[in-house]
């Protein structure tokens, strides 16, 4: 989720196919297969796998059917940056200002911005 979060901040919904490749990538290293021990990251599932837990981790935090409208069709309700803050955690947010460089003020006012289009455009037909 993280990685997700991550790579929307930065680049933006507009870059949504670099941004999926990108957290593959990402995530390749941390998925290993159980036999083989090859990573598994690359497969369709890691952004998939992303885009899920963002949605579980709003709904633990009641703002489940914010997130419920970028997943299903029809129109993207918007998020307050207090409502993203409470929703990813602050774990998650430090870590975001650690890796992207950026102040957690400009993380908020970006993915609140971009976030909901993003989570529309990697759920078609509704579905994560």
Known sequence: MAALLGMIA???????????????????GSDAASNDGQPTGNSPDAATTGVR???????KSGQGSVADSWVSSGRNEPIQPAQLEQAIGSDTLDRLVTE?????????????????????????????
């Open 10 to 28: 930065l680049a933006g919904y507009q870059n949504r196919d670099k941004l999926i490749e990108m957290f593959n990538s990402a995530t390749a």
């Open 53 to 59: 837990d963002l949605v579980d981790a709003f709904r």
């Open 100 to 128: 992207t460089g950026l102040a957690k003020a400009e993380i908020l006012k970006r993915m609140t911005a971009d976030l909901p289009g993003a989570v529309d455009g990697l759920t078609p037909e509704g579905r994560v």
